[in-house]
């Protein structure tokens, strides 16, 4: 692999990024500075956090960059879950959402698993 670009859960987490940023278009002014920022934020974080764990070229810091990765992205079902709780999404989005994010958490799940083989061999 020569890029992060090229990691399946990276990949994943870009789709959730990208969904999560046009739904939120959606939610309501008022929570531009609060759940809107939040939501974008974590959803963000999980890309971001895989692509400098790549970067980092030691398995352990990069196993600990997935993690927290993988910690975002319950906080990005947290804050979905709040934005159905408002009425800012139906029953079906959520639905929706929460089956990308366990394809997203299977293949961070799937990597880091990789990663801590690779690190004891």
Not at 41 to 49: D, E, V
Not at 109 to 115: E, F, S, V, W
Request: with cysteine; aromatic share 10%.
């Amino acid at each position: 692999m020569n890029s992060f670009e090229d990691l399946e859960a990276w990949k994943s987490a870009r789709t959730l990024r990208v969904a999560i940023s046009k739904t939120a278009k959606t939610f309501p002014l008022e929570e531009k500075y609060r759940l809107i920022d939040q939501i974008l934020r974590s959803s963000r974080s999980t890309t971001a956090n895989i692509a400098e764990g790549f970067g980092r070229f030691h398995y352990q810091e990069n196993i600990q960059f997935c993690r927290q990765g993988r910690g975002s992205l319950s906080e990005t079902l947290d804050h979905l879950i709040c934005a159905f709780d408002e009425g800012y999404i139906t029953m079906e989005i959520m639905g929706t959402y929460r089956i990308i994010i366990n394809n997203c958490l299977r293949i961070l799940n799937g990597y880091i698993a990789y990663l801590v083989k690779a690190k004891s061999t």
